[in-house]
Structures are given as C-alpha cells and as structure tokens.
C-alpha cells in the first residue's frame, strides 16, 4: 500500500506520496495563503490526477494541521518527530537542523539527548519576514535571492519586528543604497535572529542541516548562514526535498489511517464546515446587506463637494499635505468646492512629487482663474514651502482640525489614521486641547492591516470588503504585527475564514488606538461631535468596528486621506479674506481721515 503525508504549514501545505519501497512518487508545495481546506483538496485532486485514486496509509502533521486532522478523520503527528523521523532516515550524519518555514523557525541538535528549540510568538526571522521586506523592494522572495547573489555591503537590519526593519531599510532604499545590498543584509538579519534567537549561546558544530521552504528556494539565505557560521563545505547537508522533510515524516509515521484519497476529500469537505469554527469571536459587523446600505447611505452625507475646474474664475486656494511617504494636494474655490485632487506615493521625493502635481495642476487651470494664497503642511512642509514659495507653513494638527471642523461644526474629537502614523486630537471651545500620538508601534495604522492583506494575496480594498459580511469576526486582540502572526496562525487552525480575520483585524486596530494610544477609560471621555479621517478610514470595516468598539456614531468625510490638504486649503483661503477684510478696513479708515474739501 501506499504511504502519504500531508504537512499543513504556516503558509503552505505539503502533500507526498512514497510506494512500497520508499521511493517518491507524487510531491507538492502549494501556498494556502490562509484557506488551508481548499488548498489541501486542491494538491490531493492533483494526486489523484497524477497517481489515480490510490487508497493510502496516511498522516497529517503542522502547525495547522490538527484542525485538519479532525474533519479527514486522519491521525496527527507532532512536526518534531515527523522531522526528526525523516532525518534519521535519509540523513542520519546530521549533527543540527536548521529548519525555517513561513513563520517557524527551529532549531534541532542531535546527539545523546534530541533537543529543538523554536520561535515562540515572533515570526521575525522566517519566510514571512522576507516577504514583507521583498515588498519593500518591489519584487518576490526568489527576486530577493537574485538580488543578493551581487552583493558588495552588508547593512545592519533589525529582523526581530516587521515594523522596526522597515524602519531600517526605507532610509536605505531612500538614500539610494544598491537593493543587491539591500537584499543580501536581509537575509544577513534573518541568519542573525535565528542564531541569536534559537542558539542562544549554544555552539552549532558538526554536520549542518538546512530544511524548510526557505532554505530550499533560496541560496543567498543558505550562504549567508554557511559563512556566518564558518561552515566547512563538507559539512554542510542540504538533501533532496528538504521543503518537504516534514510531511515525510508524516508518510512513515506508524500510526495511520488507511484511505483513498477520494475519501479523504469527501470528509474534508463534509465535516470542516462544522468542526473548524473559531472560538473567541466578536459581533459582526453588519447583520445583512440593507443594514450595510443604510450604513453607507449615512456616511455618505459628510461628502465634499466637487466643481469643474475648467469653468472656475476668480481666486482659487491651494492646499498641500507633503508627508514622510505621501503628497496630498487640494485645490479650492471660495465656496470650499474641490477643483483639483492628488493623493501619491512621492517615492522618497516629497519636492519632485509635488512639483510634478504643480505642473499638472497649472496646465488645467483656466487662464481666469488665479491662485489667490497658498499653504502647506506635513513632514516636508518647511522644504516646500522654502522651495516653492508657498504664502503659509501650518502646523500638520491645525490642518486637519479645520478641515475636520469644516464637515463637522463643533467637533470636538478627531481621530486621524494614517499607513504608519495616528493621532487623537481633543477640542475644547474650538481650540485643540490635547494630542496623543503612537510612538514606536504601528500596529493601530493602516500598514498593519496592508501587510496581512499582502501576506494573504489580497488587494487592500477586496480584503477591507469581505469583512463587512464576516460571519465570525476573530478576536485577535491588540499587539504588533510580528505577535499578531501568530494569534493569526492560531484562528487559521480553528477554521477561522480570510473575511473573519479581515474583520478581526479591523477590530484590532480600533481597540489599539482607543485603549493603547488614547488610554480610553469610557465612550463618554471621547465626546458627542466626532470625525474619523486618515486614509485608513477609506476601509469600511474599520470605521464601522470603531463605531461598535466606542459606541458612538462618527462622521467620516469622503476625503478621509486628504483632509491635511482640505484644511490647508481652507486655511489659505481664510487668511487671503482676512487680509482682504484688512486692506479694505485700511482703505475705509484712510478715506474717513482725509480732511473734507470745501469751496472757497
């Protein structure tokens, strides 16, 4: 009979089929990007296809393969010793295995005594971490391994937290550094976290193994590690199939069942509705589609309103909001009507960008019609506004409390999320009274659910939507992303759907900004009149879970992201009336002075 092993991973599932004699006849390695039951189905129709219907002694084993285990009724066996199975078998010289998956690390020294060491909750130094910087680079995890076969420097990259290595290498990518470089100190970061992280002062000698998708699919990393740790050529072991060394494991394990794999779909698909259904849960978002229409329909009233700029004469106001990754540009007519809108990644180039939107700008605007003022705010305010001679700089808070008082007379909270960045503003007898900024975490932001969406093969807007309707919201909590991993990784394993862990997610950064950021004790401190605005509140599941968490209705504009530039519009716009009002008042009071002529 044939033996089978399936190895349900963090981020992929592996499928082999062996013969009598131990040789390998069928092999996958499919990414589940999160939906591990259609991915399982998938590699085992793809069997069937290869192999025909055999009836198989089978067993599962990984991280989120237990869940698994109970729908195919198939026995499941603890990765360690599916590993440490195929090891002694096909490579019994092993000394110590070096094992990284899409968010596992381990460790494993052989010996008198089996010892394995593993990440606990950070997934900083596994594929995952490499996806998310290759994002960065704008390539993949192989276009990263390509990359740092020419490598010349090596820079230092913090790989423990997603979030700090950005840190360390989006200067670098703005600064030019060569992205060979780049790559080759990412993979440098993973090799040191792993050592430091898993070693932890224990001498890695002898023969040296490397398993796991990574090690297999790229090179650069296994050097990188080879000469870190002065490996002698001959004692390094890299086998055949190391990718799949653990489902192995599985496909010899004495205990399994013995199935076709017609039958193992069939229980698959019959029994994961009910048994995989995740245990801590939220309310969902919306009950059905009307009360979601109606929703909308509400929000829908807090909209600017638009104007052609081709018609427009007369003075009109320019707003920027030139920030440390994006550039926001408003231009205004004196009734507060929208005549022209950017909103761009400024690529590191916050001047270049907005001169370029200028160009544009000035080739659409009627010859009628005139920049009367203009303003600017943001982290490039003082360089644009040196630059570019801009009338006014404003500080980025002002900007957006008064495009925030513009929607909603008398607000007296506003909470702004931006991609990295988020800020609580107070009001108190219409002058700001208290701001509270995130600090070193960006897990309340817009990149911290951007990254999951990317991680899962979700465009940002399709993984916002399928929240909406989530029938299990999961409660992920409030933590950074690394952590967040692995609460993921958990709901995963308890059936949770890509639209429950959307939702959770949403949910997660509202209860990080109103309980980590703001320290919120009740609603009632957030006050009555409140605007929700930042680019993060573009997602619908967002501002709905911050509705729900605070219980408040909000007022979110349709210009949520471009508020800083609304406001510096609006700003523009009232100091060019105000000096308007001064000159005339000037000119009243001169004329009021002049002695009367009379006839003599």
Same mark, same amino acid.
């Given at each position: 009979?044939?033996?089978?092993?399936?190895?349900?991973?963090?981020?992929?599932?592996?499928?082999?089929?062996?013969?009598?004699?131990?040789?390998?006849?069928?092999?996958?390695?499919?990414?589940?990007?999160?939906?591990?039951?259609?991915?399982?189905?998938?590699?085992?129709? &793809?069997?069937?296809?290869?192999? %025909?219907?055999?009836?198989?002694?089978?067993?599962?084993?990984?991280?989120?393969?237990?869940?698994?285990?109970?729908?195919? #009724?198939?026995?499941?066996? +603890?990765?360690?010793?599916?590993?440490?199975?195929?090891?002694?078998?096909?490579?019994?010289?092993?000394?110590?295995?070096?094992?990284?998956? %899409?968010?596992?690390?381990?460790?494993? =020294?052989?010996?008198?005594?089996?010892?394995?060491?593993?990440?606990?909750?950070?997934?900083?130094?596994?594929?995952?971490?490499?996806?998310?910087?290759?994002?960065?680079?704008?390539? #993949?995890? /192989?276009?990263?391994?390509?990359?740092?076969?020419?490598?010349?420097?090596?820079?230092?990259?913090?790989?423990?937290? *997603?979030? $700090?290595?950005?840190?360390?290498?989006?200067?670098?990518?703005?600064?030019?550094?060569?992205?060979?470089?780049?790559?080759?100190?990412?993979?440098?970061?993973?090799?040191?976290?792993?050592?430091?992280?898993?070693?932890? *002062?224990?001498?890695?000698?002898?023969?040296?193994?490397?398993?796991?998708?990574?090690?297999?699919?790229?090179?650069?990393?296994?050097?990188?590690?080879?000469?870190?740790?002065?490996?002698?050529?001959?004692?390094?072991?890299?086998?055949?199939?190391?990718?799949? $060394?653990?489902?192995?494991?599985?496909?010899?394990?004495? &205990?399994?069942?013995?199935?076709?794999?017609?039958?193992?779909?069939?229980?698959?698909?019959?029994?994961?509705?009910?048994?995989?259904?995740?245990?801590?849960?939220?309310?969902?978002?919306?009950?059905?589609?009307?009360?979601?229409?109606?929703?909308? &329909?509400?929000?829908?009233?807090?909209?600017?309103?638009?104007?052609?700029?081709?018609?427009?004469?007369?003075?009109? $106001?320019?707003?920027?909001?030139?920030?440390?990754?994006?550039?926001?540009?408003?231009?205004?007519?004196?009734?507060?009507?929208?005549?022209?809108?950017?909103?761009?990644?400024?690529?590191?180039?916050?001047?270049?960008?907005?001169?370029?939107?200028?160009?544009?700008?000035?080739?659409?605007?009627?010859?009628?019609?005139?920049?009367?003022?203009?303003?600017?705010?943001?982290?490039?305010?003082?360089?644009?506004?040196?630059?570019?001679?801009?009338?006014?700089? !404003? @500080?980025?808070?002002?900007?957006?409390?008064?495009?925030?008082?513009?929607?909603?007379?008398?607000?007296?909270?506003?909470?702004?999320? %931006?991609?990295?960045?988020?800020?609580?503003?107070?009001?108190?007898? *219409?002058?700001?009274?208290?701001?509270?900024? /995130?600090?070193?975490?960006?897990?309340?932001?817009?990149?911290?659910? &951007?990254? $999951?969406?990317?991680?899962?093969?979700?465009? @940002?807007? #399709?993984?916002?939507?399928?929240?909406?309707?989530?029938?299990?919201?999961?409660?992920?909590?409030?933590?950074?992303?690394?952590?967040?991993?692995?609460?993921?990784?958990?709901?995963?394993?308890?059936?949770?759907?890509?639209?429950?862990?959307?939702?959770?997610?949403?949910?997660?950064?509202?209860?990080?900004?109103?309980?980590?950021?703001?320290?919120?004790?009740?609603?009632?401190?957030?006050?009555?009149?409140?605007?929700? +605005?930042?680019?993060?509140?573009?997602?619908?599941? @967002?501002?709905?879970? =911050? !509705?729900?968490?605070?219980?408040?209705?909000?007022?979110?504009?349709?210009?949520?992201?471009?508020?800083?530039?609304?406001?510096?519009?609006?700003?523009?716009?009232?100091?060019? !009336?105000?000096?308007?009002?001064?000159?005339?008042?000037?000119?009243?009071?001169?004329?009021?002075?002049?002695?009367?002529?009379?006839? %003599?």
């Amino acid at each position: 009979m044939y033996k089978a092993g399936i190895d349900v991973g963090s981020t992929t599932v592996k499928l082999v089929v062996f013969d009598e004699n131990d040789k390998l006849l069928f092999s996958r390695y499919q990414r589940h990007f999160s939906d591990v039951k259609t991915a399982t189905v998938k590699v085992l129709r &793809e069997a069937i296809a290869d192999i %025909g219907d055999q009836e198989v002694s089978i067993a599962i084993t990984g991280s989120g393969g237990i869940g698994l285990s109970d729908a195919a #009724d198939i026995p499941f066996v +603890q990765e360690v010793i599916a590993a440490t199975t195929t090891v002694e078998k096909l490579i019994p010289q092993t000394d110590v295995v070096i094992e990284l998956g %899409g968010e596992d690390a381990k460790m494993t =020294f052989f010996g008198d005594t089996l010892e394995q060491r593993m990440n606990g909750t950070c997934a900083g130094g596994t594929g995952a971490f490499i996806d998310q910087m290759a994002e960065l680079l704008k390539t #993949d995890a /192989n276009g990263v391994n390509e990359l740092a076969k020419d490598y010349e420097t090596i820079y230092p990259i913090a790989s423990r937290c *997603g979030v $700090f290595a950005k840190t360390d290498v989006q200067p670098l990518i703005n600064e030019g550094a060569r992205k060979e470089d780049i790559a080759a100190s990412i993979f440098q970061a993973v090799v040191n976290q792993t050592i430091a992280g898993l070693a932890s *002062g224990r001498k890695i000698t002898g023969n040296i193994a490397f398993l796991g998708g990574p090690l297999f699919f790229m090179s650069e990393l296994r050097q990188r590690f080879i000469e870190t740790l002065n490996i002698a050529p001959e004692h390094v072991i890299f086998p055949e199939n190391p990718q799949l $060394f653990v489902a192995m494991g599985a496909a010899l394990e004495e &205990e399994q069942a013995q199935l076709s794999l017609t039958q193992i779909i069939d229980n698959l698909e019959k029994n994961t509705s009910k048994s995989l259904v995740p245990k801590n849960t939220l309310d969902r978002l919306f009950e059905n589609q009307t009360e979601l229409k109606d929703w909308r &329909e509400r929000h829908d009233e807090a909209s600017a309103k638009y104007k052609d700029i081709s018609a427009v004469s007369g003075p009109v $106001f320019l707003g920027i909001d030139a920030g440390s990754t994006t550039s926001k540009v408003i231009l205004t007519d004196p009734c507060g009507n929208i005549l022209f809108q950017h909103y761009s990644n400024n690529q590191g180039q916050p001047l270049e960008n907005v001169i370029a939107v200028l160009k544009d700008l000035y080739h659409q605007l009627p010859k009628e019609a005139f920049i009367a003022r203009s303003c600017v705010t943001g982290y490039g305010e003082n360089l644009i506004k040196a630059a570019l001679r801009v009338d006014y700089g !404003e @500080v980025e808070t002002v900007a957006h409390f008064k495009a925030a008082n513009y929607f909603n007379p008398g607000v007296d909270f506003i909470l702004d999320i %931006g991609g990295q960045d988020m800020k609580a503003m107070s009001v108190q007898d *219409g002058a700001l009274s208290s701001i509270q900024l /995130n600090e070193a975490c960006s897990s309340g932001c817009g990149s911290f659910i &951007e990254t $999951f969406a990317k991680s899962l093969k979700y465009d @940002v807007r #399709d993984f916002a939507q399928v929240a909406l309707l989530a029938e299990h919201p999961v409660d992920l909590g409030s933590k950074c992303t690394v952590f967040m991993n692995s609460k993921v990784k958990q709901v995963q394993k308890e059936g949770a759907s890509i639209a429950d862990i959307s939702a959770g997610l949403s949910y997660s950064v509202i209860k990080n900004a109103l309980y980590k950021v703001i320290k919120l004790k009740r609603p009632e401190d957030l006050g009555e009149k409140i605007v929700c +605005q930042g680019g993060t509140f573009y997602n619908e599941a @967002v501002l709905r879970a =911050f !509705e729900l968490v605070s219980g408040r209705q909000v007022v979110r504009p349709n210009i949520a992201g471009l508020m800083g530039a609304y406001g510096c519009a609006l700003i523009a716009q009232e100091k060019y !009336e105000d000096e308007i009002a001064l000159d005339n008042q000037k000119q009243t009071d001169q004329t009021a002075a002049q002695p009367e002529m009379t006839m %003599g």
